[in-house]
């Protein structure tokens, strides 16, 4: 008994466990979970695919066989694969045959077939009548696929075919029928907008319909109708607010979406109140996306004030505490940009914000951390950042990134919490992470060492550090830069040149080249380094590569003359690099006596700084960013303007370009926007006009200036006409004056003259005889700032010093208009048009007295600095000091402050 009792039990378990036999070891059962995973169309071939598409020729079709195949055709498309022209014909013609059986799955497989391939294959118009038929049979199954399939096969000359079919379908009594047509109107807008709008009767009569979809595509429909007109959209908008009849919720967000577009297109002010009363009213509604959309777009208004705010803050906090993750993801990341504009207006949602710290969900905990940040108090940032280092190494790098950003604007908002924040950023640059997140946490530190002075050498540390062990040319060359900048104005600036020379020793080329330029940077600025640094510089005469080679030996022969190692290794020559190649091609191209002229070269100027880098990162480009793809240069303002007009040309290189302005409303019957191109001797004006009306075309249009006080002859200006203006295009054209650079302010009225010629809006023909007609612009103006260059000098000091003997004018100003020091220092660098030089625009608001350092390239390529001293006693008081090689210059800078 004893022997067999095992036996027994063991028979007795497997038998009395009839559900054990199908239990597997985990495993096996994974084994077969992705097993039933598999997709089975993986390995398809293109040819072989298209050979078994014969069998839609065979008689009798086999409905399942043949769905199988579409379904592969489309998988073969939906992958990206290319299928011929040629190929693409063949099928589709063969597709067409299966229209001869009602199977209801093939039919949808058919339908969506011709949809994908309607771009494809040659002759799709053939289905047109089959399509048809269905769309006006009975079998409602068929009718929505075939209209959606008509509109992929029906082009511009064929929709006024399928018009009839069309207004039908969009007021039928079967909501799939009804959504189907209003959707395949919205594409066919695209062939033949004309027609699509004389079907606005029946789109307004399906915006009744009970249907919720139904109503939701009606008033998509309808908007696109009226898009261009924008008394026609807002009476839609207004219209709607009253219904009664606007039942789905799809609807409502179109509608919030529509609301928002016309109060944010408002430039006069004169928003009906009844869109606001509606945004706010939609925060109660019963259907929680609707109150999302509404406190999303309350929140998302330009001119909405900290008041306004407040409703759509609550419902956001409510949403806060919601069991869904959509929705607590959606309001943190909503109240996440609120805090970047109105951190007062969220103090209530504090504590709220602290429960999702610890939420399960790490997007949400980190979109709640940063808000904190941005919206914390001094006190509160120590217990944030041991919070915010307990879960940073369970987050994605994207949403470290996001952390970093909210921590270089919290440091900046209190810098005398820069110590810990450093140190977090520190630890930070020692963990794990991939190129973006350690370039991030590089770019934070430099934006501190730059805007914090307390914070520069303690964050050159950490910089320093961190080449040792960087795996990045990239970030290697960049912190190699900063240390060049920051290191030499130090007061120990001794201890960063063994980490740069560590980098001649042990990186390839590109750092090497790097480390060369930074050692002989601290050269030039450090006398008592000099000798040191040309010692280790002559090491890497014999460097294996030429550029580095070539590097040390011109940092070499410029230490030896100090002020041009201040010119040329210091502030560097403000040349655009590839106005320089361009420049030098077309020099070598041609046979010249006389030697390059390097004043021919184009000046570079920074480019202006955006104000999100102070203010955090917007979560929602986040969500859209692409992995660091670089963008591609864009085509500049003159060039464009120089292709459209190329008698430009004659009058040289450009010297600066400004920004456009308008010159009329933008509702107006034609919109003119100009902009100033500024040469040695001339200014071109050039202006960018569109006409909106679409029952004229205009030929022959110039613009005619004249001086305010005679300061230019008529017969001085050079006129370049536009000789057409159709209906929506932009046209170009320009007038160009002699420049007085002593006299650099002067105010032209103007206006446009040409001839009219009506045309029929529908048919585009035109008139043979026109009239002439004229339209009054706004005046035209020339400051300061517009021939005036700004260039940042990296040191100042030396700048300042290498003109001492130069002519230099100063005087003294009482700026009674000027409120406070800040604003005085943004208004006197926008009217000279000087770029602040050392950070020195950046002014501390507990201070009574202040120092701004501009620099600038006055025209004719006369180099410009000014220092002024501000002091704040009611009122502001200004002692300009101006140097330059020209004493004229001087002068004119000095009067024009006057």
Known sequence: KKKTAPKQKKTCTVASSPSSSAQQPPAMGREKEEDAHVNPFVGLEKSRVLQEARVFNEMPLNPRKCVHILTKILFLIYQGESIGQTEATETFFAMTKLFQNFDPTLRKMVYLAIKEMSTIADDVIIVTASLMKDMTGKQDQFRAGAIRALGAVTDASSIQGVERYMKQAIVDRNPAVQSAALVCSLHLMKANAEVVRRWVNEVQQALNSKSPMAQYHALGLLYAIKAKDRLAVSKLVVSQLRSTTLRSPYAYCLLIRFVCKVIEDDSSGTVDPAMHEFLEGCLRNKNEMVVYEAARAIVNLSTATQRELQPAVSVLQLFLSSPKPTLRFAAVRTLNKVAMSHPAALKTCHLDMENLITDSNRSIATLAITTLLKIGNEGSIDRLMKQITSFMSEISDEFKIVVVEAIKALCLKFPKKHSSLMSFLSSALRDEGGFDYKKAIVDATVSLVEHIPEAKEAGLAHLCEFIEDCEFPSLHTRILHILGQQGPQTPQPHKYVRFIYNRLILENSVVRAAAVDALAKFGAQCESLRGSISVLLRRSIADSDDEVRDRACFSL?????????????????????????????????????????????????????????????????????????????????????LAALPELAQFGPVFKSSASAALTESETEYVVRYTKHVFGKHVAFVFNMTNTLNDQKLENVKVVLESSEGEVEPGDMTQIACASLAYGKPGFAAVVVPLDPSSPNVTFSAKMEFVVKDCDPETGECDEEGYDDTYSLEDVEMSMADVMLALAKPNFASAWDELADACEQEDTFELSSMTSIADAVTKISEFLGMAACEKSDKVNPDRSSHTLLLSGVYVGGHEVLARARLAFDQGVTLQLAVRSKSEAVCEIVVAAVG
């Not at 002020?563 to 502030?571: F, G, K, Q």
């Not at 006596?593 to 929602?620: H, M, N």
């Open 557 to 641: 022969r410029i230490l030896e003359n100090p002020p041009l190692a201040n010119r040329y290794l210091v502030n560097g020559l403000p040349l655009s690099l590839s106005g320089l190649e361009r420049s030098l091609l077309e020099y070598c191209a041609e046979d010249r006596d006389q030697e390059f002229d390097i004043k021919s070269v184009p000046i570079e100027t920074e480019a202006p700084k955006q104000k999100q880098a102070l203010e955090g990162v917007d979560l929602a480009g986040l969500m859209a960013a692409t992995d660091g793809d670089a963008a591609a240069p864009k085509e500049s303002v003159f060039d464009t303007h």
